[in-house]
Every structure is written in structure tokens, then in C-alpha cells.
């Protein structure tokens, strides 16, 4: 079965914002071919209204944005902890095989 690899790259455009916040993306290293995938940009405790896709020549947009946003106070005595996040998801559908590289969004 031919595998299709996917390089993905990690980005972090709230460097100057505390390290509590940030953006992850989750993508599969490995994705069969003639098959999709979901990409994931996960922004942590920041405000973010949306996020701007970059080109995706080698892929065919099937879905998203999909947003889902979730938030978490956790109470431990007299501490307060809140967290919140926003997660993007885009289904993608690969145009051939090989390797590819998903640049920031």
C-alpha cells in the first residue's frame, strides 16, 4: 500500500506572548494514498478570531474550517486555574503521492 508523508511544521506566532499560550498543529506523519486527513491548528489560551490557511496546492480542501473551542477552570484550594482552547480542523485530501510540507498558518 503506497503511503504518502507529510512534513509539517511547527508554529508559534504568540512567542511574545507568555508560554502558557501557543498554537500546536496535529497532522499524521503518514496518510494512505487516495485517502484523507484532518489538520489541526489548536491555539492555547489566546484570543484568536481565525486562522488563515496557506496555500495548499498539493491538497484538496474536502472540509473546514471546522471550529470547536473548549475551556477548564480547575479550583485546588485557594488557586485558580483557567485554561481555554479554540481548535481549527480542515479535512484534506491529498492531489498524488510523495512528501509534502504543510507551511503556518
Do not use: H, W
Not at 511544521?9 to 484532518?38: M, R
Not at 496557506?54 to 480542501?61: E, N, Q, R, V, Y
Not at 479550583?75 to 503521492?97: D, Q, R, V
Amino acid at each position: 500500500m503506497s503511503r504518502l508523508f507529510l512534513t509539517y511544521l511547527l508554529l508559534l506566532p504568540f512567542s511574545l506572548i507568555t508560554k502558557a499560550q501557543g498554537v500546536k498543529i496535529i497532522v499524521p506523519e503518514e496518510v494512505d494514498q487516495n485517502s484523507y486527513f484532518e489538520l489541526k491548528y489548536v491555539v492555547e489560551n489566546a484570543d484568536v478570531n481565525d486562522i488563515t490557511l496557506p496555500k495548499l496546492s498539493d491538497f484538496t480542501l474536502l472540509s473546514g474550517p471546522n471550529l470547536s473551542t473548549s475551556s477548564r477552570t480547575i479550583f485546588n484550594g485557594s488557586k485558580m486555574t483557567s485554561t481555554k482552547s479554540s481548535t481549527y480542523t480542515y479535512i484534506l485530501e491529498p492531489k498524488g503521492k510523495g512528501t509534502f510540507t504543510i507551511p503556518p498558518a
